[in-house]
């Protein structure tokens, strides 16, 4: 990959997104959003004793080790031509060994199942540090109202490739750690109310946006 302005630190959380070549659609629906999110469980681990493809078809018997993690996964969301994360460093060049290795992996699925040459992802994905933690909340909500703002789904607890039902207590998660965000909010519903509150906020800025660039 192309080197860039930013230097992960462990400890230090980042905002890291990538959009497609051309920002076609490859994330068409579960099968590849769910292949997406089972290679990122699986790529937490610094050293895979076996091939991801192996791990696919045989889950039940290759436990994932979680006593080390190359990051921590604070939250995400699957988009049909992007993806989201938030990601805390574990280990030095985690961040970018993670990236490597899930945007790898689904290149190599979506290129074989689609007969398509060429380039999956364009070649460098964007990192932000964040820098205090009313980003990291606020960074949460943002990517959470993706798929609202983009007219996927009214509620963002419809959609089901990103970890806000994680979030609000629908679903329960072995790879996604909330807690840096969530230990700011009293319950699970403030932090629903939190979301919510900017929806429509967000939806506007996001037409704006795009008037602007025409």
């Known amino acids: 990959m192309p080197r860039r302005n930013i230097f992960f630190v462990p400890g230090e959380f980042y905002h890291i997104f990538n959009h497609s070549v051309a920002s076609i659609p490859i994330f ?13 469980k699986f790529y937490l681990q610094p050293n895979p004793p076996i091939k991801f493809s192996l791990y696919r078809i045989s889950k ?9 993690k ?12 992007h993806f989201h ?14 990236i490597q290795r899930i945007s790898n992996s689904f290149a190599h699925y979506f290129s074989t199942k689609y007969k398509k040459r060429g380039h999956v992802f364009e070649d460098k994905f964007k990192a932000i540090h964040i820098e205090t933690e009313e980003q990291l909340i606020h960074l949460s909500r943002y990517i959470h109202l993706n798929p609202v703002t ?7 607890d419809d959609y089901l ?3 806000y039902n994680i979030y609000i207590g629908k679903e329960i998660s072995d790879f996604v ?14 932090y629903k109310e ?21």
């Open 85 to 98: 994360f938030t990601l805390k460093e574990e280990k030095e060049g985690g961040i970018k060994q993670f």
């Open 60 to 68: 039940n018997r290759f436990p994932l080790e979680s006593r080390e």
């Open 150 to 156: 983009s007219y996927l789904v009214e509620n963002p």
């Open 177 to 190: 750690d909330p807690s840096p965000v969530l230990n700011n909010f009293s319950a699970t519903m403030t």
């Open 161 to 163: 490739y990103s970890s």
């Open 70 to 81: 190359l990051v921590t996964i604070i939250n995400y969301c699957i988009m049909p031509n």
């Open 194 to 214: 939190f979301i919510l509150s900017q929806k429509d906020y967000q939806r506007t800025i996001h037409r704006i946006k795009h008037l602007l660039l025409e």
């Open 28 to 40: 068409k629906g579960a099968r590849e959003s769910e292949m997406f999110l089972n290679a990122a």
